[in-house]
């Protein structure tokens, strides 16, 4: 495979990063990451559950080990998609710049791009240590239905950096929206993995009836 550099130092793969709560994980969560990997040459795309969430309450939350469980079952069988406990396993909020840093301490050779939808992106400024993260990872945007690209762009300028574009469907999907159909008790099947759903289902998450 052929060397690129970046920041001044040699790299040979791309990886994409895509952090959440995937509380649960659904269709869009691995649309994107599949559009990033055909759109930007990407060797792989880890999928990282929050462990402990800095800037805001998961509720209902699972637990951390269920949701990365969740990642892991959605992923299954699929060798360009990883589940990555680089945030569940260690103690602490989970700030993007240490999980950055921590990924390439176990690969110095690889380069990072940081998957994000363009509403995260645009409120880049507020998280903690945003130029460490620009250091350490290139930044790819995903348009969202409703979002603006300008706003991601112009905080992302402010800061000194920049941002591939991911074109993306318009899925409309949300974890929200499929928490909020299973407590309703309405149908999510082909919205997340059938694994995802049997599993939702099995152990009575987001008040599903649980399967004795």
Excluded at 3 to 29: C, M
Aim: charged fraction near 30%.
């Amino acid at each position: 495979m052929a060397t690129e550099r970046f920041e001044g130092r040699a790299v040979s793969r791309r990886i994409g990063v895509l952090g959440g709560a995937f509380n649960p994980p659904h269709v869009g969560h691995l649309v994107l990451a599949h559009e990033a990997t055909y759109q930007l040459g990407l060797e792989r795309v880890l999928l990282v559950p929050v462990g402990e969430a800095p800037h805001r309450t998961i509720d209902p939350e699972p637990g951390p080990e269920v949701r990365l469980e969740l990642v892991r079952v959605a992923v299954e069988g699929d060798g360009g998609l990883e589940a990555s406990d680089v945030e569940v396993a260690r103690e602490g909020p989970s700030f993007m710049f240490r999980t950055l840093e921590l990924l390439q301490e176990r690969e110095p050779d690889d380069e990072l791009i940081l998957l994000m939808g363009a509403d995260v992106a645009a409120s880049l400024e507020s998280w903690k240590e945003p130029g460490r993260v620009l250091e350490l990872a290139r930044i790819a945007v995903a348009g969202r239905p409703g979002t603006i690209l300008d706003e991601a762009e112009a905080a992302l300028e402010s800061l000194g950096g920049s941002g591939e574009m991911i074109r993306m469907p318009e899925l409309g999907i949300s974890s929200t929206r499929i928490r909020r159909r299973v407590a309703a008790g309405r149908p999510i099947r082909y919205l997340v993995p059938e694994a995802i759903e049997r599993m939702i289902t099995e152990r009575g998450l987001y008040g599903a009836g649980a399967v004795e």
